[in-house]
């Protein structure tokens, strides 16, 4: 299947800093990126859509401040998390969305640990 | 809008015995349905789909059906290994649809 990667991997950064994660489709271009979190043993929350080009659509409750979304690319989105705090701490995971059956790739995840 | 929902939330086989898992869609115009393992600390990693023209799809030791009519589908994995041991998630998603709607995860034990 279609290859997306995520880096990095695992972070640990203090409370009050911004964090950068990037995710790569590395053999498809993607017009459409999603990211999702995900809590342990829970299934995966949408938490935006990244469109190619355009402004993220982000999913209710959500705030937009916090989490910025880039699309610069067709094969690079990126996710800042914001003057990070705690409870920000979690498992955070990128889709790329292949162009011509439309079907989600996954990448590896990041997770991310707020001191 | 679409909603999944996904049985049973935990799943516990014998080493060599089949597990079925099963979700149910609420939107008719969903016709797309891909099945996805998760490994522990990983990604979900596509494992197989099926669309609604086809009502039995196959790859080794998995399978998919469909029921469009009953608006349901399932997972059947035969043969299970303990490398089985995943979450499964099940997924519906409209033709051209922009969202995916994921449903709640199946955690599946393999004993050895």
């Known amino acids: 299947g279609a290859v997306v990667s995520q880096h990095p991997s695992r972070v640990i950064c203090k409370s009050g800093t911004s964090v950068k994660i990037e995710c790569r489709s590395l053999?498809?271009?993607?017009?459409?990126m999603f990211w999702y979190r995900q809590f342990p043993k829970q299934s995966l929350m949408l938490m935006a859509t990244?469109?190619?080009?355009?402004?993220?659509?982000?999913e209710q409750g959500v705030e937009k401040d916090k989490f910025l979304i880039n699309h610069a690319s067709l094969t690079l989105s990126t996710l800042t998390v914001t003057s990070a705090h705690p409870e920000d701490s979690s498992f955070y995971i990128c889709?790329?969305?292949?162009?011509?059956?439309?079907?989600?790739?996954f990448g590896p995840g990041t997770r991310l640990l707020v001191l | 809008g679409e909603n999944v929902e996904q049985h049973p939330s935990t799943l516990s086989v014998q080493e060599g015995d089949s597990a079925v898992i099963k979700c149910t869609y609420s939107?008719?115009?969903?016709?797309?349905f891909p099945w996805y393992k998760q490994e522990l600390g990983k990604g979900p990693q596509l494992i197989i789909d099926?669309?609604?023209?086809?009502g039995e799809k196959k790859d080794q030791r998995i399978a998919v059906t469909l029921n469009k009519t009953a608006k349901h589908f399932s997972l059947h994995i035969t043969e299970t290994q303990p490398e089985d041991s995943a979450v499964y998630f099940c997924?519906?998603?409209?033709?051209?649809?922009?969202?995916?709607?994921f449903g709640a995860g199946t955690r599946l034990f393999v004993k050895a």
């Open positions: 889709s790329a969305r292949e162009p011509i059956e439309k079907t989600q790739y």
């Open positions: 990244s469109n190619e080009g355009s402004k993220a659509t982000y």
């Open positions: 997924a519906a998603r409209e033709t051209g649809g922009f969202k995916t709607i």
């Open positions: 939107d008719s115009a969903s016709n797309y």
């Open positions: 053999d498809f271009q993607a017009t459409t």
């Open positions: 099926i669309r609604s023209n086809v």
